[in-house]
């Protein structure tokens, strides 16, 4: 049993069983005995079995003794802890007194701390609380169920409780893996009070077993803890020891161990008050719940030796305010959101660069070269001298860098171009920083020579150039000219073409342009001859050659009013029904001719056609258009034949379509032997056409081609119509035909019978004409044909197509039929059969084609049947 005491003074031990005895029992007994007087017998052996019963208890239970295992542990400042294995039938009470407090622990059990084994003492029986460097006198007492009591004391020196408890006054990170304890105490002086020898620290991440570091030097309070976790939480208590006693800890919790030095630091950009620093971002390790909140930046002057810091949030910063051509130490650490700093990184060292220079003057330039000239700038607060000067061109030209003067001079420029100059001082430690800009415009170069940007007019000349190369804003052209001796100007153009003016027509000017910027002027541009449009020309005539008209147009006009450079003139002539879109030119040289033939035109065709004059500047204004129309083309290969199909009612005429255009052909015709005059007209584009005529006359044709209104020449041609076909009928005998026919339509000078290809004769009359001494049974072909003399003297004939006729068969042969019927012969009641002699032919005769057959009966009536019966 472990028990918290209370500390007693020790008393003298005093015999339990007398104080039952004479106490507690006798006092029992004379009740019992008082009882029992008036009650009898049986009740006085009864109390007598009672008070033997409890005597004999009593003497059982008065057996105790002192706690087993007594012992004192864990003495600290503020209490200790007395320990004993419990007897289950005791209970226990401790007194606890300060030593020397004047007061006397009690002598037997009373209304002491009844302690149960394992509280801790915190109280002195007279009130007060258990205090460090104190030594406490104690009494423990066994008490049984019968009162008795057994009790243990203090030793002669007490108990004393340890030193005070240190108290931490503050954990401070200082690195990455280590931190600074430091915490007060004060030893006591009095012999009366426990004085601590040493300090031990322990700390703890709360994931590892707890380390303890002692601190021998009583006057020592403070421990820097090193091997620690970065961003990582400790908990961390000191106490004060001297001979295995402790003090009551101070626990306190350490800042998170900070993180760890960035790396990468480096220089992004440096100015001559500026510095551009960045570095690599740091990620949080350990267990701690601390973050990185930013970083703390820190730089040092060589110079003045005081540091300045500033709060950042990201990996980079820029540190403001600093002196030209200065050395800095620059730091930076990363900052915990729990208000600690982490380790310093490696010392960047930087210097700024010189100031700007200023003062820079432009003080010379031409199309490739700018001269400047400017002021130092201050020499800082370093030894480091100017080395040099960069200077700098916008557009980029490069760098150029010169010696130690404040003077130089930039070749190899663009023209024309406006450029954005700075100068900055060279050092060994760097490019200081660029002046002020400063505007420079190289002169530009020579215009090349000017041309014509369109056609000029009777008092005007467009002109056009090439830019100059470069890209100032500021250029400008200036265009001069000379005409005649009398000059005129245009300045300040800003474009590439100008539009001269107020002109005498057909003259010759001489223009230069000039390029002009703000760098300057350039030379003129080699001089240009340009000359005015001449005036309109007038028609004078306008007509039809007599040749060939078909495809010519003869031109007169008279020389226009003007100037006397007129070189050529431009004949142009289009067809009026393209509205001008196919346009075609003829040139007149010569200034004083003025007439021309237009030849290869379209016969029909209408032409527009105007005549211009020209110079060296080209051709004025076109005189008024004139419109005419070219005659017409005749049609050629021109034929007139008959239609085959129809010979005695049409006439076929052809021709070749005529060339050019026209609106329509016109065909008459004249009949030179009836005296009759026809006329049609067809489409331009027809080459063909029938004439209806009579048959048998003579025809002059005509055929003339119209194109608004004008007509080509007439074409003729002579031809005839053939006579009109005659109509015939043939019959036939056995040696004769006989022809019979109409007279044909029209005209004709004879008809004539053809038998099998051959003339038989000519008619002249409309009697019918018998052809005899022809074979019987004979195919004849009958044709019959027209004719007159035509125009060219020749017989013309309208043949018939040819009929086939046979001519009638001769007699049969004679025979005696009598045998031939009778041979053979059958009959019955009501048939005679008999067999008919055999089929004969004669080329002459011709073939039986069939028989004829009489009979005639009886003896006294006689009547003939005739049967005609066909060949087998």
Same mark, same amino acid.
């Given at each position: ?84 294995? *419990? ?180 220089? +992004? ?218 000059? &005129? ?127 060296? *500047? ?42 050019? +255009? ?33 048959? &048998? ?123 031939? %019927? ?13 067999? %008919? ?36």
């Amino acid at each position: 049993m472990i028990l918290f005491i209370y500390d007693r003074q020790p008393f003298s031990t005093k015999c339990q069983f007398c104080f039952l005895q004479t106490g507690f029992v006798k006092v029992f007994y004379n009740f019992l005995k008082s009882f029992t007087e008036t009650r009898g017998l049986w009740k006085t052996m009864l109390l007598q079995l009672i008070v033997i019963y409890f005597w004999f208890t009593t003497l059982t239970n008065a057996q105790v003794s002192t706690p087993n295992d007594f012992k004192k542990d864990s003495i600290r400042s503020t209490f200790f802890i007395m320990g004993w294995t *419990a007897d289950p039938n005791a209970r226990y009470e401790l007194y606890v007194e300060k030593k020397n407090s004047g007061l006397d622990l009690p002598s037997e059990p009373g209304e002491g701390v009844t302690a149960t084994p394992g509280d801790k003492i915190t109280q002195v029986s007279s009130g007060d609380d258990i205090v460090p460097d104190t030594t406490y006198d104690y009494v423990l007492f066994t008490v049984n169920s019968k009162n008795l009591t057994q009790y243990e004391t203090s030793s002669p020196d007490g108990v004393t409780t340890a030193p005070a408890a240190p108290t931490i006054s503050g954990i401070t990170a200082v690195g990455s893996d280590r931190f600074t304890v430091n915490w007060d105490y004060t030893n006591p002086t009095s012999a009366d009070f426990q004085q601590a020898s040493e300090y031990r620290v322990t700390y703890s991440d709360g994931g590892v077993a707890s380390q303890t570091k002692p601190v021998a030097n009583i006057d020592t309070k403070m421990l820097q803890i090193t091997g620690l976790t970065s961003n990582t939480d400790y908990s961390v208590t000191v106490v004060a020891w001297k001979s295995d006693v402790i003090s009551t800890d101070d626990s306190a919790s350490s800042p998170v161990a900070t993180f760890n030095r960035p790396t990468g630091l480096s220089a +992004t950009t440096v100015t001559s008050t500026s510095i551009e620093i960045s570095w690599s971002a740091l990620h949080t390790t350990g267990g701690g719940s601390a973050s990185i909140a930013g970083y703390v930046v820190s730089w040092t002057p060589a110079s003045s030796g005081g540091s300045s810091t500033e709060d950042v949030t990201d990996t980079s910063a820029t540190i403001d305010n600093l002196q030209a051509n200065t050395d800095y130490s620059i730091t930076v650490a990363a900052k915990s959101t729990n208000g600690g700093a982490g380790t310093l990184s490696d010392a960047l060292p930087a210097t700024t660069v010189f100031g700007k220079p200023t003062d820079v003057t432009v003080t010379e330039r031409t199309s490739s070269n700018i001269r400047l000239s400017w002021n130092e700038p201050g020499t800082g607060g370093c030894a480091t001298t100017i080395t040099g000067y960069k200077i700098s061109c916008t557009p980029p030209h490069g760098t150029t860098t010169t010696g130690d003067e404040a003077s130089a001079e930039i070749s190899g420029l663009n023209s024309n171009t406006d450029y954005n100059i700075t100068v900055a001082a060279q050092s060994l430690t760097g490019d200081g920083d660029e002046s002020d800009l400063v505007n420079g415009t190289t002169v530009p170069l020579q215009v090349n020579q000017p041309s014509n940007s369109l056609d000029a007019t009777t008092s005007k000349i467009y002109l056009k150039w090439d830019a100059v190369n470069g890209t100032s804003p500021s250029l400008t052209y200036t265009v001069n000219w000379t005409p005649s001796g009398t000059s &005129g100007s245009r300045t300040d153009l800003t474009t590439t073409s100008a539009n001269i003016s107020s002109l005498t027509a057909s003259t010759r000017y001489t223009f230069t342009v000039t390029a002009v910027n703000d760098g300057g002027s350039a030379d003129p541009s080699d001089p240009a001859m340009f000359s005015t449009l001449p005036n309109r020309t007038d028609f004078t005539n306008l007509t039809r050659p007599s040749t060939n008209s078909t495809t010519q147009i003869y031109v007169e006009w008279n020389k226009p009013s003007g100037g006397d450079d007129i070189v050529d003139y431009v004949v142009d002539w289009w067809l009026s029904s393209s509205d001008g879109s196919m346009t075609s030119s003829g040139i007149v040289t010569g200034a004083t001719t003025s007439s021309y033939t237009i030849e290869g035109l379209t016969p029909g065709e209408t032409y527009g056609v105007t005549v211009k004059a020209r110079n060296s *500047a080209g051709a004025g204004q076109p005189s008024s258009s004139v419109k005419h129309v070219t005659n017409p083309d005749s049609v050629k290969n021109i034929s007139l034949t008959q239609n085959s199909n129809l010979p005695d009612k049409e006439l076929d005429l052809t021709w070749d379509k005529p060339n050019g +255009t026209g609106d329509n052909i016109l065909i008459e015709s004249n009949s030179t032997t009836s005296n009759v005059t026809n006329s049609t007209s067809v489409e331009f584009n027809i080459s063909q056409a029938s004439l209806s005529v009579v048959p &048998g006359n003579n025809y002059t044709v005509a055929v003339i081609v119209y194109s608004k209104e004008v007509a080509s020449k007439e074409v003729h041609v002579i031809a005839n119509s053939k006579p009109s076909e005659p109509s015939f009928d043939v019959e036939a005998s056995t040696n004769e035909l006989l022809v019979t026919w109409t007279a044909p339509d029209g005209y004709f000078d004879g008809l004539t019978i053809l038998l099998d290809g051959n003339n038989v004769t000519e008619v002249e009359d409309g009697n019918p004409q018998i052809i005899d001494g022809l074979d019987p049974y004979t195919d004849f072909k009958v044709e019959m044909y027209s004719w007159i003399t035509n125009v060219k003297g020749e017989m013309e004939r309208s043949r018939t197509s040819p009929r086939t006729c046979k001519t009638l068969p001769g007699p049969p042969p004679l025979s005696n039929p009598d045998s031939s %019927l009778t041979e053979n012969a059958e009959s019955s009641t009501s048939t005679i059969r008999f067999v %008919l002699p055999p089929n004969t032919f004669s080329e002459k005769n011709g073939p039986i084609e069939y028989y004829a057959v009489y009979l005639a009966f009886g003896v006294y009536y006689w009547r003939w049947f005739s049967y005609s019966i066909t060949m087998e």
